[in-house]
């Protein structure tokens, strides 16, 4: 009779130990899998960030040079406006996803927002130069949080 209720025990405790490493191991496979689906995400937020930036760096460029030169940039300004909604979104995910990357990606934003108004084309050409700097700035940042 005793080696029947050992027999039945250690069954029941191997059962119970098996159900409890299964659990264990389904939620680390869950928490790696949301893990990977973020730092998806955050890649893609990024990936987004830079293009839209450039897409609004190039814009602005063309839309200060038409300016500058005296030419009607009506078109470019209505261009530009269209790139620079399109950077909110992504700066915005950029923010929630890696908050670390939050002033990087600010500081870019704002060095190419900075691109209007310029003075010259001197400064138009200095202020495009220190919005790539940003940007580069700002990815090199996101490989380092990414790599981490």
Same mark, same amino acid.
Do not use: C, N
């Given at each position: 009779?005793?080696?029947?209720?050992?027999? @039945?025990?250690?069954?029941?405790?191997?059962?119970?130990? =098996?159900?409890?490493?299964?659990?264990?191991? $389904?939620? *680390?496979? !869950?928490? +790696?899998?949301? =893990?990977?689906?973020?730092?998806? #995400?955050? @890649?893609?937020? %990024?990936?987004?960030?830079?293009?839209?930036?450039?897409?609004?760096?190039?814009?602005?460029?063309?839309?200060?040079?038409?300016? /500058?030169?005296?030419?009607?940039?009506?078109?470019?300004?209505?261009?530009?406006?269209? $790139?620079? #909604?399109? @950077?909110?979104?992504?700066?915005? =995910?950029?923010? %929630? !996803? *890696?908050? +670390?990357?939050?002033?990087? =990606? #600010?500081?870019? @934003?704002?060095?190419?927002?900075? !691109?209007?108004?310029?003075?010259?084309? +001197?400064?138009?050409?200095? /202020?495009?130069?220190?919005?790539?700097?940003?940007?580069? #700035?700002? *990815?090199?940042?996101?490989?380092?949080? /990414?790599?981490?």
């Amino acid at each position: 009779m005793w080696a029947s209720l050992i027999a @039945v025990l250690g069954t029941l405790a191997g059962a119970i130990v =098996a159900g409890v490493m299964q659990q264990r191991m $389904t939620r *680390t496979a !869950l928490r +790696e899998a949301r =893990a990977d689906e973020r730092r998806r #995400d955050a @890649v893609q937020a %990024i990936t987004d960030l830079t293009v839209a930036l450039a897409a609004h760096r190039k814009a602005m460029w063309l839309r200060e040079d038409l300016r /500058l030169r005296g030419e009607d940039w009506t078109e470019a300004r209505t261009a530009s406006h269209a $790139t620079r #909604d399109a @950077v909110t979104a992504p700066q915005t =995910a950029v923010r %929630i !996803l *890696t908050p +670390e990357l939050a002033a990087a =990606a #600010d500081d870019a @934003v704002r060095a190419t927002y900075a !691109l209007r108004g310029a003075a010259d084309t +001197e400064t138009l050409a200095a /202020l495009r130069e220190d919005a790539l700097a940003a940007t580069e #700035d700002f *990815t090199s940042a996101a490989g380092r949080a /990414l790599a981490a």
